[in-house]
């Protein structure tokens, strides 16, 4: 079967991440009108955040990273059933180890909440709250890390759809959770249908991802786990990866402590912020980053480096071109995009200040963060994942430093310019390795000037829109800023022919 094209895997992959992201804009906005930025929408943040940062660190991040392109090597060298029996063991030793944190994280959550939250501590309603939903919460991480590998597998196969599908039913069950929140009637719990949603999210998840790979042909059996070569290489790669993951965790993990020592609201308001850099970089630096692991670990293995160039190269003038209008509006209304979207309910007019001034900030870290989730899988086919893992260490020591310098005096505002510093930093490291190591070939510089150029174009609408509206907008002048704004972008970039032709012909 003939690999689809970048552009096309691309497409397929982001359009259902923009659906996705669109149903978690949904979700989101339900969450602040039912919950606002309290101490219940904190709790339920911080339950919500245990299992999905230790989802990254298997499953979704590190073991696919290392799975991918050994299963692509074995399938290669040897056959596929090899590289299905390997996928076996992978996915039992990946049961047996989670299913073993869950049993311990249980009986021990009370001090887990405690070290990732401290300044609940001191609060009795705050730490009881965010124990008793991260309980409920905690074991959706094996069925999400179990849907997370199989998604592996099926993108192994070229099928990205099916993967791309599961933050969708994620949203719609979180919706469905935040809709049943003004029915729930136990005040110390007010947020616990979002944490039952969760659990069922997960189950329809497994249901519609083991169907997916049932008829494709492609469900790994349980196999007990081995040492044969394969697989001992893959463990090593992971152990790798799996550092470099933890390594990006602890970024989240300094956030969320040093948040929760700000006292009531920064949690959520920082949430709110993320969840909108969140929308572009889903769309275009994971689904690009998805996409591009499969195909570069093919072209990497047959050790064609001219190919493999030009994939990066085309990713990264993707980005570009997405990403930088993106970056600049965020920059420029992030307020009044807070605003528009979220400043109903429970969500007052001062929680969307500051969550708006936040989004400004951490909008200037979106390109690094692009950046790094399009180089990332070059090193990772190419089996080296050790200088993503010293880039990695090296940014959260900066981050570290500069969360702690600048916290006391800019409060949440340093939190989130901390993170985008240390985001552009780890972007240029991996872009300065991958050029010395030879991933990256000409950049169309000519292209990429027709994109800032017509990023200008749409900075002076968006400045001159602005300059209309009062400081806070409703989402009717949101709507007109963005409106305006993409709308001269498109036309600068018509008239420019700054849309990289591969994104067209795919």
Not at 257 to 278: E, F, M, N
Request: a positive charge; hydrophobic letters at 60%; proline letters at 6%.
């Amino acid at each position: 079967m003939r690999p689809m094209s970048l552009a096309t895997a691309f497409r397929r992959i982001s359009g259902l991440t923009g659906i996705s992201r669109i149903l978690g804009f949904l979700r989101d906005v339900s969450f602040a009108v039912f919950l606002g930025a309290g101490p219940a929408a904190d709790a339920f943040l911080v339950a919500l955040k245990l299992p999905n940062m230790f989802r990254r660190l298997t499953a979704e991040g590190a073991l696919a990273n290392a799975f991918v392109p050994s299963f692509a090597d074995l399938r290669s060298s040897d056959s596929h059933a090899s590289a299905m029996r390997l996928a076996g063991e992978v996915q039992t030793t990946l049961m047996f180890a989670l299913l073993t944190l869950v049993v311990m994280a249980e009986w021990h959550m009370r001090a887990i909440v405690g070290v990732l939250a401290p300044g609940f501590v001191d609060t009795p309603d705050r730490i009881e709250a965010a124990v008793d939903l991260a309980r409920v919460t905690f074991p959706y991480l094996p069925m999400i890390s179990l849907v997370a590998f199989w998604a592996a597998l099926a993108n192994a196969h070229d099928r990205f759809s099916a993967a791309a599908l599961m933050p969708v039913i994620f949203n719609i069950c979180l919706i469905a959770g935040a809709l049943a929140l003004p029915f729930w009637g136990v005040a110390d719990a007010r947020a616990m249908p979002l944490a039952l949603a969760l659990l069922f999210a997960g189950s329809i998840q497994l249901m519609v991802m083991a169907t997916v790979l049932a008829r494709a042909g492609i469900m790994p059996r349980w196999h007990m786990p081995s040492m044969v070569p394969a697989a001992r290489r893959m463990w090593r790669r992971f152990v790798t990866a799996s550092a470099g993951a933890v390594a990006m965790q602890i970024n989240l993990l300094v956030d969320l402590v040093l948040a929760s020592l700000l006292g009531v609201g920064a949690i959520s308001w920082l949430y709110y912020a993320d969840r909108i850099v969140q929308l572009p970089l889903g769309v275009i630096g994971i689904a690009l980053g998805t996409a591009l692991l499969p195909r570069l670990s093919a072209q990497f293995r047959e050790n064609d480096m001219q190919p493999a160039r030009q994939t990066l190269s085309d990713a990264i003038w993707f980005a570009a071109f997405l990403a930088l209008p993106a970056c600049i509006a965020l920059m420029m209304i992030g307020p009044k995009i807070i605003s528009g979207l979220f400043r109903y309910g429970a969500f007052s007019m001062s929680d969307a200040l500051a969550s708006g001034m936040a989004l400004s900030i951490y909008a200037i870290g979106l390109p690094g963060h692009l950046l790094v989730k399009i180089l990332q899988p070059a090193f990772y086919a190419a089996h080296r994942p050790a200088l993503v893992l010293a880039v990695s260490v090296a940014m959260v020591a900066l981050n570290i430093i500069l969360s702690v310098s600048l916290m006391p005096v800019y409060g949440h505002l340093g939190l989130a310019l901390a993170t985008s510093v240390s985001g552009l930093f780890a972007a240029l490291a991996l872009f300065l390795l991958a050029v010395r190591s030879g991933y990256i070939g000409m950049l169309p510089s000519s292209g990429l000037i027709r994109i800032v150029a017509a990023c200008i174009a749409m900075a002076i609408s968006l400045a001159a829109i602005d300059s209309l509206l009062p400081p806070v907008a409703s989402w009717l002048e949101m709507g007109a800023l963005v409106g305006g704004g993409s709308a001269v972008f498109l036309a600068a970039t018509l008239m420019l022919r700054a849309i990289p032709p591969q994104l067209v012909r795919g």
